[in-house]
């Protein structure tokens, strides 16, 4: 299972809901997704059940569902390397989350260089060359990019650089426009 994280402008939650629902139904109408919580920026929420659901810690505010947005966008990001991710976590907790999408940024630049400088050698002895770690990297990286060039609200994509699915990003900006505020995080859960 994995989560999949929606940023609205949408401050009532049942019409925050319909517009996950229907980006997840315009991937496919053949996976299985289900909410797990909305929260909006007046703190009211949805939640799945009566029941927190207990894999997802208590969130309140939208603030405290932003910051699960991101521990996702990490933990897509370091899907191949716990460790690495764990360690980029650490160095990000502290920060405002405003922070995170510069400092990743730049985290991400210096381990794309190094993934590319050890692709030349293995092209020349012919050993295989497909790194998955890499490809993430640079997906997130592009997609962290072009967040900050449309000066929308990190991890959320707004604009796909690259074709994105629930597979490949977790965090997506459903606002009409980028000027509008942000007035709701949607979660729902999705069966990959």
Same mark, same amino acid.
């Given at each position: 299972m994995s989560y999949l994280y929606f940023l609205t402008s949408i401050r009532k939650l049942d019409d925050a809901i319909g517009e996950a629902y229907n980006k997840c139904e315009e991937w496919s109408r053949n996976i299985p997704y289900d909410l797990i919580l909305a929260v909006n920026d007046k703190g009211e929420r949805e939640l799945q059940t009566d029941e927190e659901n207990e894999s997802l810690p208590s969130v309140k505010t939208? !603030? !405290?569902?932003? &910051?699960? $947005?991101?521990? !996702? $966008?990490? &933990?897509?990001?370091?899907?191949?390397d716990a460790n690495l991710r764990n360690a980029v976590k650490k160095e990000l907790e502290d920060e405002p989350l405003e922070k995170w999408s510069r400092k990743l940024i730049v985290k991400l630049i210096d381990l794309v260089q190094d993934a590319y400088g050890d692709l030349l050698p293995k092209l020349l002895t012919g050993e295989s060359v497909v790194n998955r770690a890499r490809i993430d990297y640079v997906l997130a990286l592009e997609v962290l990019l072009d967040i900050q060039a449309t000066k929308g609200v990190a991890p959320f994509a707004y604009t796909e650089p690259f074709p994105l699915k629930p597979y490949n990003w977790p965090c997506y900006d459903l606002r009409y426009s980028l000027r509008e505020k942000g007035r709701s995080i949607v979660i729902i859960e999705i069966d990959l």
């Open positions: 939208m !603030e !405290e569902a932003h &910051r699960l $947005a991101w521990e !996702e $966008a990490l &933990r897509c990001t370091f899907y191949w």
